[in-house]
Nanobody, 128 residues
Framework: QVQLVESGGGLVQAGGSLSVSCAAS????????MAWFRQAPGKEREFVAA????????YYADSVKDRFTISRDNSKNTMSLQMNSLKPEDTAVYYC?????????????????????WGQGTQVTVSS
């Protein structure tokens, strides 16, 4: 199992860039497919991006495709989300999550209920 801690959120103007990171404890981080989710006030938690344990494959929600980039460094137990061309609708708390089963990327099932560990979240606010 892993414990996850997000960092790097903040306030940015529309059109700007921001990177958020997820630090994982434990030596098993490299075994797990990982993902980023976000939750805006009054809305359900939604999938943003996912990456396989090796970093060899990634998947993005249509709303962030070509603007966000997910990456990981297994030697440092970290995962990142680089966000470019930010929009006010990207405002949310961003969460990282770990999938212990390995099925989310394999089956394309990115529901929050399929993830086993979560961080506490980091706030990203995009002003117009």
């Amino acid at each position: 199992q892993v414990q996850l801690v997000e960092s790097g959120g903040g306030l940015v103007q529309a059109g700007g860039s921001l990177s958020v990171s997820c630090a994982a404890s434990g030596r098993t981080f490299r075994r797990y497919d990982m993902a980023w989710f976000r939750q805006a006030p009054g809305k359900e938690r939604e999938f943003v991006a996912a990456i396989t344990w090796s970093g060899g494959m990634t998947y993005y929600a249509d709303s962030v495709k070509d603007r966000f980039t997910i990456s990981r460094d297994n030697s440092k137990n970290t995962m990142s989300l680089q966000m470019n061309s930010l929009k006010p609708e990207d405002t949310a708390v961003y969460y990282c999550a770990a999938d212990y089963s390995g099925l989310t990327m394999r089956l394309g099932r990115f529901s929050p209920s399929n993830y086993d560990s979560w961080g506490q979240g980091t706030q990203v606010t995009v002003s117009s």
